[in-house]
């Protein structure tokens, strides 16, 4: 968007507003010899107080994350339900804490176990009333996420699919397991 020109009052009052600043970062003009980032000094102080110029953030470490591909006959049995389940982890009516704790002990005998396909029943979320309302999803299917990718069994999970309407549809989740590559 182009503004209106400056009178000449207005520039002489714009040039004073410019030389009373300090620019936190200097700026190089290209008569200035390139100086590598790592040399770069810190900031200039600025009207007697020392301004440290801020460390880059923390890299976030990595965690073994889980997988979003599996090959595409898994994807097919999948999606038709042809997948049978090594075993079934049921979580309705237990509290959070107690379903986290079937949770992980299922999963710690389904990896000493060599199973590759846990069927996580977590139960459908209530139905929206006649009012239109959205209804509120369930809150051990929506900890399920956080608790399997902060899971000590992480590095074992190759993914989390929905399960398909024979095995409990919304109501479920396949857990895919990666395969132990000790044991083959």
């Known amino acids: ?45 600025r009207r007697g107080r020392n301004i440290v110029a801020p460390s880059p953030p923390p890299s976030p470490q990595p965690r073994p994350a889980i997988g979003e591909t599996l090959d595409g006959s898994w994807d097919r049995r999948l999606t038709r339900g042809a997948i049978i389940p090594d075993m079934a982890v049921d979580l309705h009516g237990h509290t959070l804490d107690s379903a986290y704790r079937l949770l992980d002990s299922s999963l710690d005998r389904a990896v000493r176990s060599g199973a590759r396909v846990i069927l996580l029943i977590t139960g459908k979320p209530p139905r929206a009333d006649l009012r239109g309302e959205r209804p509120m999803r369930g809150v051990i299917r929506a900890a399920v996420g956080d608790w399997l990718s902060a899971s000590r069994h992480a590095a074992h999970i190759a993914t989390v699919r929905n399960a398909h309407p024979r095995h409990g549809g919304t109501g479920a989740l396949y857990i895919i ?3 132990d590559r000790c044991a083959a």
């Open 1 to 45: 968007m182009a503004g209106r020109r400056l009178d000449a009052d207005e520039r002489a009052l714009w040039a004073r507003v410019i030389a009373s600043v300090t620019p936190l970062v200097p700026v190089r003009t290209k008569d200035d010899p390139v100086v590598p980032a790592t040399e770069q000094p810190a900031i200039a102080p």
């Open 177 to 179: 397991l990666k395969r």
